[in-house]
């Protein structure tokens, strides 16, 4: 099989729907990054969501749902969310947060309804639920006349694809249709909030939307699920997608310990210079691509392809950017990588900082580059 790549036409759409209808598994572009999207409520389509992506059942997947739906009634009206088993306090907060934020790139994660297929909750007695804000996803769900459940259209672990092309190559092989809504608005997967029977919001996963933003329309204090208080433990597992490596690409990518405008050596704790190979790739986070480089040739002594996200070091511009410059420089010549250090600790830059985090490795995985040089 190879993936038909079509505009987002209406006819493109009815075409999508209906492969959706009979159980199919379709590209859909989101203003965060590309979703494989399939039938909610379908196993067997879930079953091809997982099988395509590689990805373990224990993951779960954010139903996507249309402009429809205005509140927590419509949402138990479609079966994916049972508003009593929140209290009064949350459900105003709920809504609160899906007026303001909806369409957009917040995921709930809600009281799952009894209807929510056990795949696509992972066991779990919640269900993650969002409306995307691009046009082409919304008139997808419309079409397709359910709620469709999407995880990023990569392979499990590996860099999320803000373009169809991106889709094309990590899936293009295995599913029959994308859908090409052009560039991703956003660039970084939503924001990923619970939200308990009494009204706790905990932040599971940092994206497009931040904590600053929910708070001031909640009118309470979200808790980061990263944080070291125990009692929090149990949420931090209940978000597979806080694994310590995800977002990764297929070489190794290690942090520097300040900008490379800043940098007077190589500085990696345990990396030894001498053990690298000829040429390194570089991920600016601001400045100059062109200075970066040559400083960095000259630290190095090394070929250097080096890429920035954002020139004017624009936030939201360099999220638009990460996954795609990622990709590359995953498929550059370079051999090992480098990037930045993000110290954001809030709005989009700490979502940066987040899937730059983990799309780095270790300190530990020094010693396999020199062995593998
Ligand atoms: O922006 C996005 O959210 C994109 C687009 C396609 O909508 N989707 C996305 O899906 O990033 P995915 O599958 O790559 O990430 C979903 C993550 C899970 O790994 C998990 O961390 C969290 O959302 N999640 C979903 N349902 C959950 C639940 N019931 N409880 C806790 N976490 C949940
Ligand atoms: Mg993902």
């Known amino acids: 099989m190879k993936a038909e790549i079509l505009g987002t036409t209406s006819k493109a759409i009815a075409k999508a729907a209906a492969l959706l209808q009979a159980g199919e598994v379709v590209g859909m572009p989101t203003e965060t990054v590309y979703g494989l999207a399939g039938c909610a409520f379908n196993s067997s389509a879930l079953a091809k969501i997982f099988e395509t992506k590689e990805r373990p059942t224990f993951d779960p997947l954010i139903c996507h749902v249309d402009a429809s739906v205005q509140n927590l009634a419509d949402l138990e009206a479609i079966g994916l969310v049972n508003p009593a088993a929140l209290s009064r306090v949350a459900q105003a907060r709920v809504e609160s947060l899906m007026y303001r934020f909806w369409p957009g790139p917040l995921t709930l994660v809600l009281p799952r309804h009894a209807r929510v297929p056990d795949l696509v909750t992972g066991g779990l007695d ?24 999407a995880p990023s259209a990569n392979r499990f672990g590996r860099i999320s694809p803000t373009t169809a092309q991106a889709v094309f190559s990590e899936l293009g092989d295995r599913i029959p249709m994308i859908l090409d809504g052009g560039a991703c608005e956003v660039g970084l997967e939503s924001t990923v909030l619970l939200v308990n029977a009494e009204g706790e919001l905990t932040l599971l996963r940092p994206g497009g939307i931040s904590e600053t933003q929910i708070e001031e329309v909640a009118h309470a204090s979200v808790i980061r699920a990263t944080s070291p208080d125990a009692a929090l433990k149990k949420s931090a597992e209940l978000a597979p997608g806080m694994l310590d490596s995800h977002y990764a690409p297929s070489k190794k990518l290690y942090q520097l310990e300040a900008s490379v405008s800043e940098l007077n050596k190589l500085e990696v704790v345990g990396l030894e210079t001498a053990a690298l190979p000829e040429s390194l790739g570089l991920l600016m986070l601001s400045g100059s691509a062109f200075e970066g480089t040559s400083k960095f040739e000259a630290l190095t002594g090394r070929k250097v392809i080096a890429f920035t996200l954002s020139e004017s070091g624009n936030w939201s511009e360099a999220a638009q950017n990460l996954f795609s410059t990622l990709r590359r420089l995953d498929e550059s010549p370079a051999l090992v990588l480098f990037c930045e250090p993000c110290l954001e600790t809030t709005g989009i830059g700490h979502a940066i900082a987040d899937r730059l985090k983990r799309a780095s490795h270790g300190s530990k995985q020094v010693a396999e580059v020199a062995h593998n040089r």
């Open 126 to 149: 919640t269900v993650g639920v969002r409306m995307p804000r691009h046009s082409a996803a919304q008139a997808l769900i419309a079409a397709a006349g359910f709620p469709l459940a």
